[in-house]
């Protein structure tokens, strides 16, 4: 099957996002427009939570985490949804799903830009300019945080009602 266009890949990913937490009894929905602050919402009583969603349909992901500034941003995202979406010759597509949240994806791509770094000096004799390059991640960067769905559903099971009071990271004052 020839390869999905970026643009319809890229919506397929935050719908799956959102198809897969709303199934899971988390209220999600995905946003429109090119100034948007996250591609997808998942929503409590008192909680929003902003998830980026990254879509590949090949062993990397890229991410821009140098290039936009968001290693420690308040705008950053509370949490990284990447998805991996490989068509099958049959019409059908694999699908892998990772959760991690910023400061997890921030050191993975620490951990990416070191190594790659390490090349570039070798090879040329200097450092890279990361602000002129494009971040990105492999899959097996992040293997270990697949199907952790549980991770964002935890943090919405906090902002129940009977937990007044509780604070943390994800609260939002709504008021």
Known sequence: MAKIDSYCLNLAGEYRICSELNKRGVFATITYGNRKGA?????????????????????????????????????????????????????KFQERFFIL???????????????????????????????????????ADVEAFEDQWERIVAVMREDLPSEKGKGGPYSTNFA
């Open 39 to 91: 591609d997808v919402y998942a929503i409590g009583n008192r909680v929003a939570l902003r998830i980026e969603v990254k879509t590949s349909q090949n062993a990397r992901f890229v991410t821009s985490i140098t290039q936009k500034g968001l290693h420690d941003s308040p705008d950053a995202p509370h949490f990284w949804a990447l998805v991996l979406m490989k068509p099958l010759e049959n019409g």
């Open 101 to 139: 949240s910023h400061d997890e994806i921030v050191a993975v791509q620490k951990s990416r830009n070191a190594a790659y770094a390490s090349n570039y000096r070798q090879k040329h004799g200097s450092a890279p300019d990361f602000s002129k390059g494009v971040d990105n991640v492999l899959v």
